[in-house]
Nanobody
Framework: QVQLVESGGGLVQTGDSLKLSCAAS????????MGWYRQAPGKEREFVVA?????????DYLEPVKHRFTISRDNAKETIYLEMRSLKTEDTAVYYC??????????????WGQGTQVTVSS
């Protein structure tokens, strides 16, 4: 089992930046990849980006967040991050951390965090 705990969400204004963290614990060596999904109100959960355990492989970013969001990881802390810049109201969503396996350039999640709310106001 892998436990994932997200943090860093909050209420910000358009154009602000925010950095999410996801700390993993448990059998982390069995799940080489981690990533982020998000779910906006009334919409389906969508894949944002994932990163391999080594950090050497990063999937493509969800189109609307390209060049604004950056994923990274610190294996010493078993933590991944999502740095979000130039936030827009449409980035408002619950952001979920996931751990699993990279299949091609997508993450096949096996474990989920509880989610952290990001709200961007205009």
């Amino acid at each position: 089992q892998v436990q994932l705990v997200e943090s860093g969400g909050g209420l910000v204004q358009t154009g602000d930046s925010l950095k999410l963290s996801c700390a993993a614990s448990g059998a982390t060596t069995s799940n080489p990849a981690m990533g982020w999904y998000r779910q906006a109100p009334g919409k389906e959960r969508e894949f944002v980006v994932a990163i391999s355990r080594s950090g050497g492989v990063i999937t493509d970013y969800l189109e609307p967040v390209k060049h604004r969001f950056t994923i990274s990881r610190d294996n010493a802390k078993e933590t991944i991050y999502l740095e979000m810049r130039s936030l827009k109201t449409e980035d408002t969503a619950v952001y979920y951390c996931a751990a699993g396996t990279l299949v091609g350039l997508r993450l096949l999640p096996q474990y989920w965090g509880q989610g952290t709310q990001v709200t961007v106001s205009s």
